[in-house]
């Protein structure tokens, strides 16, 4: 059994996956001014308790950003405490995935990301000759450049400079159809995809 710990989203949830499929999806607060770290571990053990969590658990993951800089400090310290004491492997979800298993090198040119996190902080993903650029969006005039035609967002649609095509997308579902091609490890440091000034600090 998975645990799928999403921290990118302004709601962070659990999920727990089995045979590809949803057997549980729980929030961890249920409004934006709730702090993760007041109870993550409560409900961590509550689901442990309804699902006999010790003996199934095999795998574990964790969006790693752009997000939050709290959430995703928060997710990461609790996720690297869980695989450290029960010797979990373990895989890092970040955008950069999507563009990898979704897009083609053509397509990556011309499709952005725009995520939207906890505190109301936003942030904008694309390719640039196939490295991957993060910005922080701080205005609500956002200019896009030219040569993107769609962009996907996991909670609400971008306002910018022109008509672009946009679509929704989930984390959840994206570990559903990719799941085969995750190489979940055991040793290494969860590094999560911290933004500032438009830099990724580690």
């Known amino acids: 059994m998975l645990l799928f710990l999403d921290v990118i989203s302004p709601i962070p949830e659990f999920c727990l996956i089995e045979d590809n499929k949803v057997v549980l999806k729980r929030k961890i607060i249920t409004n934006s001014n709730e702090n993760l ?37 928060v997710g990461a310290a609790f996720i690297s405490a869980l695989k450290i004491s029960k010797n979990l492997p373990y895989y890092e979800i970040s955008v950069e995935d999507f563009f990898n298993f979704e897009l083609d090198s053509q397509q990556k040119e011309k499709t952005a990301f725009f995520l939207s996190s906890s505190k109301n902080q936003n942030f904008l993903i694309m390719s640039n000759n196939n490295i991957i650029e993060y910005f922080k969006v701080e205005t609500s005039d956002i200019k896009i450049p030219e040569q993107i035609d769609k962009i996907y967002y996991n909670f609400q649609n971008i306002n910018c400079n022109k008509e672009i095509f946009q679509i929704k997308f989930d984390f959840l579902e994206f570990i559903l159809q990719n799941y085969k091609n995750f190489n979940f490890k055991k040793n290494g440091i969860i590094k999560p995809i911290y933004i500032s000034n438009n830099k990724i600090l580690n």
């Open 37 to 73: 770290s007041d109870n993550i571990v409560e409900v961590y053990l509550k689901i442990k308790e309804d699902m006999s969590l010790s003996s199934k658990l095999t795998k574990i993951a964790i969006t790693i950003g752009p997000g939050s800089f709290t959430s995703l400090r």
